[in-house]
């Protein structure tokens, strides 16, 4: 990954976290919300009548309009990530990321994860996020590079469905045949809004709401405060 000096774009996107999204909760902080959330939310399993309800719903949960994104994968697969303005509507951007999915699961327990996806693309004739070649980095180590799906795939597209009702969550989805989860074991999802921040044409970043930041005017302070996001997601194309 080059250094930030390089990559101006991405400072002004980091910025954003540092500036305005300090914890208030010192040693407690680390991890602690991202984790918390998935228990106030029910796991969906592959016996869990929740999926097939979740996925009538015919308008989407979210009433702002906050960005959702989706990391899902077979546990001995490679970890997807597909960004939607709108539930029912197809991805924005999908991508088959060059991280296998239980490495994700690692680096999400140590409570802090930032994707950084690069674009070398010297043109600026398409929009950012409809680059196709991206070099792909994980809490400052590259994975590799990935192209972005011009199409969903038929096992993608069921996945993203299935969870069409669903806003916010994580755990574990039905497969969708019994060969897949015997070839590639359980499939996972995690769930979660994030709002866009749009720093130029050639840089865009997602951080995810924290369900702990509420919206009330007084706050809650201490361990259970979390305000800085654990997932930051970057998008940037490089001149």
Same mark, same amino acid.
């Given at each position: 990954?080059?250094?930030?000096?390089?990559?101006? %774009?991405?400072?002004?996107?980091?910025?954003?976290?540092?500036? @305005?999204?300090?914890?208030?909760?010192?040693?407690?902080? #680390?991890?602690?919300?991202?984790? *918390?959330?998935?228990?106030?939310?029910?796991?969906?399993?592959?016996?869990? *009548?929740?999926? %097939?309800?979740? @996925?009538? #719903?015919? !308008?989407?949960?979210?009433?702002?309009?906050?960005?959702?994104?989706?990391?899902?994968? #077979?546990?001995?697969? !490679?970890?997807?990530?597909?960004? /939607?303005?709108? =539930?029912?509507?197809?991805?924005?951007?999908?991508?088959?990321?060059?991280? /296998? =999915?239980?490495?994700?699961?690692?680096?999400?327990?140590? $409570?802090?994860?930032?994707?950084?996806?690069?674009?070398?693309?010297?043109?600026?004739? !398409?929009?950012?996020?409809?680059?196709?070649?991206?070099?792909?980095?994980?809490?400052?180590?590259?994975?590799?590079?990935?192209?972005?799906?011009?199409?969903?795939?038929?096992?993608?597209?069921?996945?993203?469905?299935?969870?069409?009702?669903?806003?916010?969550?994580?755990?574990?989805?039905?497969?969708?045949?019994?060969?897949? %989860? %015997?070839?590639?074991?359980?499939?996972?999802?995690?769930?979660?809004?994030?709002?866009?921040?749009?720093?130029?044409?050639?840089?865009?970043?997602?951080?995810?709401?924290?369900?702990?930041?509420?919206?009330?005017? $007084?706050?809650?302070?201490?361990?259970?405060?979390?305000?800085?996001?654990?997932?930051?997601?970057?998008?940037?194309?490089?001149?």
């Amino acid at each position: 990954m080059p250094p930030l000096s390089d990559a101006p %774009a991405l400072i002004s996107l980091l910025r954003h976290t540092t500036d @305005g999204r300090r914890s208030k909760s010192g040693s407690h902080s #680390h991890g602690t919300g991202f984790f *918390k959330m998935f228990k106030l939310l029910p796991m969906l399993s592959s016996g869990c *009548k929740m999926v %097939a309800l979740l @996925g009538r #719903h015919n !308008r989407p949960l979210l009433t702002d309009r906050a960005t959702t994104i989706t990391l899902f994968g #077979h546990r001995k697969g !490679r970890l997807l990530l597909a960004i /939607q303005e709108d =539930t029912r509507s197809p991805p924005i951007f999908l991508i088959e990321l060059p991280m /296998q =999915t239980t490495f994700f699961h690692k680096e999400m327990s140590s $409570g802090l994860v930032k994707l950084v996806l690069e674009s070398e693309t010297r043109t600026h004739k !398409r929009k950012l996020v409809e680059e196709f070649v991206w070099a792909v980095y994980c809490n400052g180590r590259k994975s590799g590079y990935s192209i972005r799906r011009k199409e969903q795939s038929d096992s993608e597209r069921y996945v993203l469905q299935l969870l069409r009702g669903v806003s916010m969550g994580a755990g574990v989805l039905p497969c969708a045949s019994e060969k897949d %989860a %015997a070839l590639d074991g359980e499939l996972t999802y995690m769930r979660a809004r994030f709002e866009r921040v749009v720093g130029s044409k050639d840089s865009e970043a997602f951080y995810m709401i924290n369900p702990n930041d509420g919206g009330g005017t $007084g706050g809650g302070t201490g361990a259970n405060c979390v305000e800085a996001p654990e997932l930051s997601i970057f998008l940037v194309r490089v001149k």
